[in-house]
């Protein structure tokens, strides 16, 4: 299951880099604890799921429409997982497809007027949940953070 | 699929709270970031997915071995998911199972020698990579991200 390389590695290696091991875990559980507790209030609040509303947050920023591999790309989830979601909520009124300008054989999916009304209000009380949850930050932490997580943004791509 | 306090929220509301959602979708970003990079390490050099790993994690922090339901609440999954990954990992001989001392009928789980010793040895590239990741951050970087993001774990926490 592994080379010995790694074994002797794990053995004889000096802990260099513990202080961005509890970095990446401490990221890792900030980000599972909003994330949970958003996908919990949207699913009490709105009987909504999490990918749900991040796939008509994609459409939100893109009024001409996006085709299926564009949004698997952005939610970076598979072709087949947002096929399934997009199929529901076409039929439920909330998305529509239609062929793309350029080239016929490409189909856009979109907003429909419904599911734009419908994303917006979910989407203003999604800001309040998170603006709750970064309540105890003073605005130099937020400015902070966010100039730090742009660092680690890039350092990260890099590496990738 | 919305009351009519949101909708209105969503039309009139000022937008103030950009900021904090700004700083929720680049977290998001930097964490989707560094663990598909993870993801794709661990499969690519150990032929080990994430949950795997992640629950030897767990058990490699307890020695004395943890129940079923400790593990699922730790890794923040259900516990049907934990049981397969666990009777499978039985089977390959990196876990066991046995009677707790002080409950009979309660199972507690751990890592066998071999379980650990491959553990350790993925873990020791793990932390690599992790590092790798975080180069593009000063050791001032780290630190600060270290005290804000606990910061913000208090902050989330105290709204969930």
Known sequence: MFALDAETKAAEGPEHHR??????????????M?????????RE????????????????RAPQGLTLSNISKRM???NG????LV?????????????????GRARLISLTPLGRAEFRA????????????????GPGDVADLLRLLAKTKRSAAAAS
Do not use: K, Y
């Open 19 to 32: 202080d961005e091991l509890r970095l990446w875990l401490r990221l890792l559980t900030c980000t599972t």
């Open 34 to 42: 909003i994330e949970g507790e958003v996908r919990r209030r949207l």
């Open 45 to 60: 609040r709105f009987d909504v799921t999490l990918p749900r509303f991040d796939l008509m947050a994609q459409l939100d």
């Open 76 to 78: 970076m989830v598979s």
């Open 81 to 84: 997982n947002v096929t399934g």
């Open 87 to 103: 199929d529901r909520l076409v039929e439920t009124g909330h998305l529509e497809r239609r062929a793309a300008p350029r080239d």
């Open 122 to 137: 979910m989407a203003a009380e999604h800001e309040t949940w998170i603006a709750e949850m970064f309540s105890g930050l």
